[in-house]
C-alpha cells in the first residue's frame, strides 16, 4: 500500500512539474521536476554512485557532464556547457557517440561513450538535464542563439536544387510517438514539393549527428516533427517549421506559442485537430513556398 501511494505521489508530482515548465515556470518545474526524476520508474537512466560528489553549483575547476534522455534532450540542454566553460570550470561531457562529433565546438573535452566506461575523477558530477535547475534557470535567461555547428569538412557537395528537408516520423519506442509522428501518406505531400528531402537516417545513409548538421548547413529550411533534428536544425539557426501534435506535446514548446523561447530561428505549427495531420501539412507546405524572411 505504501508504494503503490508513493507512487501516485511521484506521478502527481511530475504531471505538477510538467505543468509548470510547459507554461514557463522554469525555476519552480526545474526544481520540482529534480525531486522525482531519478525515482525507480521515472527516468531509463539511474543516478550515478560515483566517488566524488554531485555538483549543486558550488565553485570548482573541474566537472564531469553526464548524458541522459534522448538525442534532443542532450542537444538542448548542450547549450548549457559553453556557460560552464565561461566560470573557468574545465568541463569534460560524456556523451552518445553519435553526438560526439557534433559537440567537439562547445569548448570541453568530449568522450563518447556507449555502454560501461571507467569514469574519470573531477571535482564534482552532474546529470546533463539536471543544469537548468542548478544553474536557476528561468524563461527570462534563455537565449535562443545558435550555438551548434557543423563540423568542417563533413559534406563537399550537395546538389543545388535540393533545399528543404523534411522530418515526418521519430522514434516509435517515444511514449507520445502515436501522436507526434506523421504516417507516409500523410507527409507525402511535404516530399512531393520541389527541392524536398527527407532527413531520415536510412535516406540520408549519416553516421552520426555531426553528419546531419551538415546537411542542415546546405539547407534553406526544414519542416520537422518533434525530433532531435528539430533541436539541432534549432541550435544551428536554421530557419524551421515544428509540427506538433494536439494531443499533449511536450513541454518545452510551451503552450500557445509559436515561437520558441529555446530556438530563435523555430516557429511552430500547431495541429488543430487531434490524429488529423491535412490541414498542419498544407500549411507547412506554404511556408515552405513562401521567401524566407531576410536579415
Known amino acids: 500500500m505504501a508504494a503503490g501511494m508513493s507512487k501516485d505521489k511521484d506521478l502527481k508530482t511530475f504531471e505538477r512539474a510538467w505543468s509548470l515548465l510547459a507554461s514557463g515556470q522554469y525555476a519552480e518545474g526545474f526544481a520540482l521536476w529534480e525531486t ?24 570548482v575547476s573541474s566537472l564531469l557532464v553526464l548524458p541522459e534522455q534522448g538525442l534532443g534532450d542532450q542537444i538542448q540542454f548542450a547549450r548549457f556547457v559553453p556557460d560552464l566553460v565561461a566560470r573557468g570550470i574545465s568541463v569534460t561531457v560524456y556523451t552518445h557517440p553519435a ?4 559537440f567537439s565546438g562547445l569548448g570541453a573535452k568530449v568522450r563518447p561513450v556507449d555502454g560501461k566506461v571507467s569514469i574519470e575523477r573531477h571535482d564534482a558530477w552532474i546529470m546533463l538535464g539536471s543544469l537548468p535547475h542548478r544553474l536557476g534557470l528561468t524563461l527570462s535567461m534563455l537565449s535562443g542563439r545558435p550555438y551548434l555547428s557543423a563540423p568542417p569538412g563533413r559534406l563537399e557537395a550537395w546538389p543545388s536544387h535540393i533545399r528543404h528537408g523534411v522530418v515526418w516520423r521519430g ?4 511514449a507520445n510517438d502515436m501522436h507526434r509522428s506523421l504516417t507516409a501518406d500523410d507527409a507525402a505531400p511535404l516530399l512531393k514539393m520541389h527541392g524536398a528531402v ?3 537516417p536510412e ?3 549519416v553516421r552520426d549527428m555531426a553528419d546531419t548538421a551538415a546537411i542542415l548547413d546546405k539547407l534553406e529550411s526544414v519542416v520537422t516533427v518533434d525530433t532531435s533534428v528539430a533541436h539541432l536544425a534549432g541550435a544551428m539557426g536554421k530557419r ?12 518545452r514548446w510551451l503552450q500557445d506559442r509559436s515561437d520558441s523561447p529555446w530556438y530563435d530561428s523555430i516557429e511552430i505549427l500547431r495541429q488543430t485537430r487531434p490524429c ?20
Open 203 to 205: 535516406d540520408t545513409k
Open 240 to 251: 524551421t517549421l515544428l509540427l506538433l501534435p494536439a494531443s499533449r506535446p511536450d513541454w
Open 36 to 59: 522525482v526524476r531519478f525515482r525507480r520508474g521515472s527516468s531509463p537512466t539511474p543516478k550515478p554512485k560515483l566517488s566524488f560528489p554531485e555538483w549543486h553549483g558550488e565553485a
Open 198 to 200: 527527407s532527413l531520415h
Open 171 to 174: 522514434n516509435p519506442r517515444h
Open 99 to 102: 553526438l560526439a562529433a557534433l
Open 276 to 295: 488529423d495531420w491535412g490541414e498542419t501539412v498544407a500549411s507547412a507546405i506554404g511556408w515552405l513556398q513562401a521567401e524566407p524572411p531576410q536579415g
